[in-house]
């Protein structure tokens, strides 16, 4: 059925009231998807491309992995926050339906107006939650009042931040620092985070704090019954020069990748690359036109 609009006597279809109020693809992987699969008992899968491109992001995607914990390529820290909107954008364009879980540069979120603005500026541009790295609960609850996604991370810190502990290192062997590992988690959990990662914990700690948040939390390199594990590709892939300890290779990224080159460069320098298939012919009457013109040249 249609009808007429009586201001405009422009008739209407029903097909065209059916207005998308949304940019979400149908499908994605949202926050409230991951917490359905903690409460369900499903095991989440997050990967880290670190800095490779879109297209290992979409393989991932296509893999149907749940979350891609998404940094940003750039030379310097500032260079990495002007590229940001972009490299979302990016990746978002690539793969559709995973969980982008994206860490901002700290100079685009060192106070409260620009975290808000800035955090604003990626979830429009396709980013899912944000990981803001030892971020304070001021700021947690702040952002997460003003709908901002805080997917947040706790134990061992990733970037700068670790000078504060001196150095990427293994926390919570001790009971008191088990305690300000778990009380960190469960603060950021209270002033609204909506999930995180833990890093670099003894498993019986990461399977306390997974087991006391009603949020879902992704091990790092720490092993136990977590609500699903992080694997940075540069370990998945083989693509480092020796494997961390709770790294496991999946794939021989340079392997792949140099023995298709040196294949097709052999093919080149043997000639058996191209074929006559790989290329197309010139009609016959053309050709002799062509020829004639250029025969005194």
Same mark, same amino acid.
């Given at each position: 059925?249609?009808?007429?609009?009586?201001?405009?006597?422009?008739?209407?279809?029903?097909?065209?009231?059916?207005?998308?109020?949304?940019?979400?693809?149908?499908?994605?992987?949202?926050? =409230?998807?991951? =917490?359905?699969?903690?409460?369900?008992?499903?095991?989440?899968?997050?990967?880290?491309?670190?800095?490779?491109?879109? /297209?290992?992001?979409?393989?991932?995607?296509?893999?149907?992995?749940?979350?891609?914990?998404?940094?940003?390529?750039?030379?310097?820290?500032?260079?990495?926050?002007?590229?940001?909107?972009?490299?979302?954008?990016?990746?978002?364009?690539?793969?559709?339906?995973?969980?982008?879980?994206?860490?901002?540069?700290?100079?685009?979120?060192?106070?409260?107006?620009?975290?808000?603005?800035?955090?604003?500026?990626? =979830?429009?541009?396709?980013?899912?939650?944000?990981?803001?790295?030892?971020?304070?609960?001021?700021?947690?609850? *702040?952002?997460?009042?003003? /709908?901002?996604?805080?997917?947040?991370?706790?134990?061992?810190?990733?970037?700068? =931040?670790?000078?504060?502990?001196?150095?990427?290192?293994?926390?919570?062997?001790?009971?008191?620092?088990? /305690?300000?590992?778990?009380?960190?988690? *469960?603060?950021?959990?209270?002033?609204?985070?909506?999930?995180?990662?833990?890093?670099?914990?003894?498993?019986? $700690?990461?399977?306390?704090?997974?087991?006391?948040?009603?949020?879902?939390?992704?091990?790092?390199?720490?092993?136990?019954?977590?609500?699903?594990?992080?694997?940075?590709?540069?370990?998945?892939?083989?693509?480092?020069?020796?494997?961390?300890?709770?790294?496991?290779?999946?794939?021989?990224?340079?392997?792949?990748?140099?023995?298709?080159?040196?294949?097709?460069?052999?093919? $080149?320098?043997?000639?058996?690359?191209?074929?006559?298939?790989?290329?197309?012919?010139?009609?016959?009457?053309?050709?002799?036109?062509?020829?004639?013109?250029?025969?005194?040249?």
């Amino acid at each position: 059925m249609a009808e007429e609009n009586k201001n405009t006597n422009v008739e209407i279809k029903d097909e065209d009231k059916k207005v998308k109020s949304s940019l979400m693809k149908k499908g994605r992987k949202t926050i =409230q998807v991951l =917490q359905k699969m903690k409460d369900n008992g499903e095991k989440i899968v997050q990967m880290c491309p670190a800095d490779r491109d879109k /297209y290992f992001a979409m393989a991932a995607d296509m893999a149907g992995c749940d979350v891609l914990r998404l940094t940003v390529p750039g030379e310097n820290a500032e260079m990495r926050a002007a590229n940001a909107p972009w490299w979302i954008r990016t990746i978002r364009g690539a793969a559709q339906y995973i969980h982008i879980n994206f860490v901002p540069q700290t100079c685009a979120v060192s106070n409260l107006n620009d975290a808000f603005k800035n955090c604003s500026i990626y =979830q429009t541009e396709g980013a899912d939650s944000i990981n803001i790295m030892g971020i304070n609960n001021e700021m947690c609850k *702040y952002l997460s009042d003003n /709908y901002v996604v805080l997917f947040g991370h706790v134990g061992a810190l990733s970037g700068w =931040q670790t000078a504060g502990f001196g150095g990427y290192k293994r926390l919570g062997k001790t009971a008191e620092d088990a /305690y300000k590992v778990f009380k960190m988690a *469960y603060e950021y959990q209270e002033n609204g985070m909506k999930a995180m990662t833990i890093e670099l914990t003894p498993i019986e $700690v990461t399977n306390i704090v997974a087991k006391k948040l009603r949020i879902p939390v992704i091990n790092i390199a720490a092993g136990g019954a977590a609500d699903g594990s992080e694997m940075v590709d540069f370990d998945t892939f083989n693509m480092m020069p020796s494997l961390a300890t709770h790294a496991k290779v999946y794939g021989d990224f340079f392997k792949f990748a140099v023995g298709g080159y040196a294949a097709w460069a052999n093919d $080149v320098r043997t000639g058996v690359y191209p074929e006559d298939k790989h290329g197309f012919h010139m009609d016959p009457e053309e050709l002799a036109k062509f020829e004639e013109m250029v025969k005194d040249f």
